[in-house]
């Protein structure tokens, strides 16, 4: 039986025991990209990402749908939503506005045309961390905690298949956020937790 886990500090992030506990491994071929369809407002953006959007705006337009397109026309690439936070449009109350379709599943068009070399953006970070959320404090102190969601659940059982914790599946995305220091300070913590009983991978 594991060790009750508490929320700890890693620099200035408040993070969640779940991010070393829970299991997670996003599997495309089961859920077919529904994060970026189900939902009732866009993914969550900087006025940094936005002017990034922008510029790169011309190399996914063409794979946007027509009502995407459209509904950028009419109110640009992001909106502020019913909480007062910035994020990206989206069509007929769910789809974002960047979401393209390949043999079925439901892929980025920012990252696709990043994956191609034709811009050096990826998406949003709220985007690449998902399922982790973070969430400002003020006075530079940020939380992140693991959000469930059922749409995931094929993600669940493939990351405790791989035994693949949060913290190891998105070092890409947290490093990015967080930079390469405060990932390594993650680790020693993951590495003592483990010493120390909490945690098994």
């Known amino acids: 039986m594991k060790k009750e886990l508490h929320i700890l500090q890693v620099g200035n992030v408040l993070v969640s025991p779940d991010i070393f506990t829970e299991k997670f491994c996003c599997n495309l071929d089961a859920c077919k990209g529904q994060c970026c369809v189900e939902g009732d407002a866009g993914a ?12 790169v705006l011309d190399n ?3 794979e946007m749908s027509a009502s995407a ?3 950028v026309d009419k109110q640009g690439v992001a909106y502020t939503d019913s909480e007062g936070d910035l994020v990206t449009s989206i069509v007929q109350g769910k789809d974002c506005v960047f979401t393209c379709y390949e043999k079925g599943t439901c892929l980025c068009s920012l990252e696709r045309a990043f994956r191609q070399g034709k811009t050096k953006f990826v998406k949003p970070i709220s985007c690449a961390l998902y399922p982790v959320r ?3 404090f003020g006075n530079h102190l940020y939380g992140i905690n693991y959000h469930r969601w059922n749409i995931c659940k094929d993600a669940v059982k493939k990351g405790r298949e791989l035994n693949l914790p949060l913290y190891k599946f998105l070092k890409g995305p947290l490093t990015r956020r967080f930079g390469a220091e405060w990932y390594k300070e993650l680790l020693q913590i993951a590495d003592q937790l483990r010493k120390d009983g909490y945690i098994d991978a």
């Open 44 to 55: 969550p953006v900087t006025m940094d990402e936005i002017g990034e959007i922008e510029n």
């Open 69 to 71: 397109q459209s509904v």
């Open 134 to 136: 973070e969430k400002s």
């Open 60 to 62: 996914v337009w063409d």
